[in-house]
């Protein structure tokens, strides 16, 4: 038997611009194999049967901060104190979540998520426990489904299995949990590294770590994590240290509490216990000192930033062109979802900017939404041979970007206008449809059944 006959056929798929490491290119003809690109050819011909990606050809985005079930909040806390009445009905919401509507919810969310050109989501999960604080006879049971649910839809994950032990910081000590927290939190740093080294992963799913915050994880605990990030089972299979992702710095009182506490920022505090590096990701950072961007930058550390959320709740971003001066890398997040649209917050992120008399270019802004590596994904983002065949197909001629040039259509597109989603060379969004039906259909009695 010839080699011929033993490879496996190639897809050939051709779009009239592509978004390539490059640069922006015209007539770009790519050969997927097993999952992957094997060719990416710009100026070329069309290939007779290959498959017309109708627009503009992106890599998959990526959503680095997701809260999935914050999504059933969407459309009720806008109003006034939106910061003090999404937390009072955050907490009301989790304590509904079970594992099946928690499923539910999820598999329609990450449906929502594909249909708005996100391959991969990083999932900031901290719902561990029943309403009453103890864990399930599955102690992994709401990550489970949130894993299922990401296969189900067919979206790459990345679960950060959050570590939740206090209530809060002050400048005494750190605070108790409160009655509608005990679900979110493992008894002790051990018990929490035990439940984390059980989870599966699998080809399309990993696990991360995630650090609420300092508020939420005293030193001592935080001492215990690099650990767990770096000689855990799940490191060793994979021979690297898994990522970890941290709140960091969203409000100017925990810098205050840290600072009164423990006598440094947080960035601090967190360099200290071993965990800032290349694998960290600081979520949020608005009041970060110019101290604090220069370790973030001198580790090569991301931060991620979620405009739409932190404008919703009057908070606010951090500089991100001194982020980036200094070496660090920045991506985005949905964070509570108040929308689900990667250009939304691209747009975001760049208007903060330019409000503040910085810019922020074409490639800049695309590497912040396509940061796969930030989740543990060094082999998505980007349309290269050997990188998995993720595409997002944008509309071109839409009345929004008819007219845009492919290197603006950051500024100009919106979720509406993504027609094609591939993950893994597999589409699972065509003619802005999504494989498994309709989604907001599937949103509205998932939303329903966990309102109550």
């Known amino acids: 038997m010839t080699s011929e006959q033993t490879a496996q056929p190639r897809e050939r798929w051709f779009a009239p611009h592509a978004l390539l490491p490059t640069g922006y290119a015209a007539d770009v003809s790519l050969e997927v194999a097993d999952g992957r690109f094997a ?104 990550g489970a489904a949130l894993l299922r649910a990401a296969e189900d839809a067919g979206l790459r994950m990345t679960l950060l299995d959050t570590l939740y032990l206090s209530g809060g910081l002050t400048k005494e000590r750190h605070v108790r949990l409160a009655q509608q927290e005990v679900r979110f939190a493992d008894g002790s740093l051990d018990d929490w590294a035990r439940r984390v080294s059980r989870r599966p992963e699998t080809e399309r799913t990993r696990i991360g770590l995630g650090i609420h915050s300092v508020r939420a994880v005293p030193r001592n605990a935080l001492l215990g994590i690099r650990e767990v990030a770096t000689s855990s089972r799940l490191a060793r299979a994979r021979g690297e240290q898994l ?8 409000q100017p009182d925990e ?56 404008h919703d709740l009057r908070e606010g971003l951090g500089s991100v062109r001194a982020l980036l001066d200094a070496g660090a890398r920045v991506s985005l997040g949905t964070d509570h979802h108040v929308v689900v649209d990667p250009f ?69 597109a919106t979720n509406a206008d993504v027609v094609d989603v591939a993950v893994d060379g597999r589409f699972v969004v065509e003619d802005r449809r999504h494989v498994m039906g309709d989604v907001g259909a599937a949103l509205g009695s998932a939303v329903a059944a966990v309102r109550g």
């Open 39 to 142: 060719a990416v050819t710009p100026n070329s011909t069309r290939p007779t049967g290959s498959r017309l990606l109708p627009g503009l050809a992106l890599p998959g985005l990526a959503d680095t901060h997701s809260h999935a079930f914050h999504r059933a909040l969407r459309g009720t806390t806008h109003v006034g104190d939106a910061a003090g009445s999404r937390r009072e009905a955050t907490c009301a919401l989790a304590g509904r979540l079970d594992p099946e509507n928690y499923y539910a919810l999820a598999r329609a969310v990450f449906a929502e998520k594909l249909l708005a050109g996100i391959t991969t989501v990083g999932e900031f999960h901290y719902v561990h426990n029943d309403p009453d604080g103890r864990p399930y006879s599955y102690p992994n049971a709401m």
């Open 243 to 250: 990522v970890v992702h941290a709140h960091v710095s969203g």
């Open 255 to 310: 810098n205050a509490a840290c600072q009164a506490y423990y006598g440094c920022t947080p960035m601090e505090l967190l360099r200290d216990a071993g965990l800032v590096n290349r694998h960290f990701t600081a979520v949020h950072g608005t009041h970060l000192s110019g101290s604090d961007v220069d370790l973030l930058g001198k580790a090569g550390a991301s931060v991620a930033f979620c405009p739409t959320s932190r």
């Open 344 to 412: 939304e917050e691209v747009r975001g992120l760049a208007m903060h900017e330019r409000m503040a008399g910085r810019d922020l270019g074409p490639s800049e802004l695309a590497a912040a939404v396509t940061a796969h590596a930030s989740l543990g994904w060094s082999d998505v983002g980007a349309l290269r041979p050997g990188h998995r065949a993720d595409v997002v197909v944008v509309d071109t001629a839409s009345p929004r970007t008819a007219g845009t040039e492919p290197a603006q259509v950051w500024w100009a």
